[in-house]
């Protein structure tokens, strides 16, 4: 069973930048598809961006794509997300989450799930 640990949420002005970590207890991390998550008080958890398990196939959600970018360092056991030109809309707690297929863009698709990381954007 894999165990995800997020990191790198803060508080930030907006235009700023944060860059997260999900960082993966298994070596057969490599194997699995990444996705990041995120979800604001009273709203459903929303898609992110996705990586296969070769660092390929990053589909981005419109609310992101441009300016939030998904990588992996296989040999860490480490997915990224940075995050720039950040915005108040962006406040949320953000989750990265680990499948065994390809990347996903259903919360329920994915099997394992970090316990999240607060990010607040401030105007």
Known sequence: QVQLVES???LVQAGGSLRLSCAASERTFSNYAVGW??????KERE???GINRN??????TDSTKG???VSR???KLTVYLQMNS???EDTAVYYCAARNWGTASRYYEY?????GTQVTVSS
């Not at 998550?37 to 009273?42: E, H, I, K, T, V």
């Not at 660092?55 to 981005?60: H, N, Q, R, V």
């Not at 099997?111 to 316990?115: C, D, I, V």
Request: hydrophobic residues 30%; charged residues 10%.
């Open 8 to 10: 790198g949420g803060g």
């Open 37 to 42: 998550f995120r979800q604001a008080p009273g």
């Open 111 to 115: 099997h394992y799930w970090g316990q």
């Open 47 to 49: 898609f992110v961006a």
């Open 86 to 88: 950040l915005k108040p």
């Open 73 to 75: 360092d296989n040999a």
């Open 55 to 60: 660092g390929g196939a990053t589909p981005y």
């Open 67 to 69: 300016r939030f970018t």
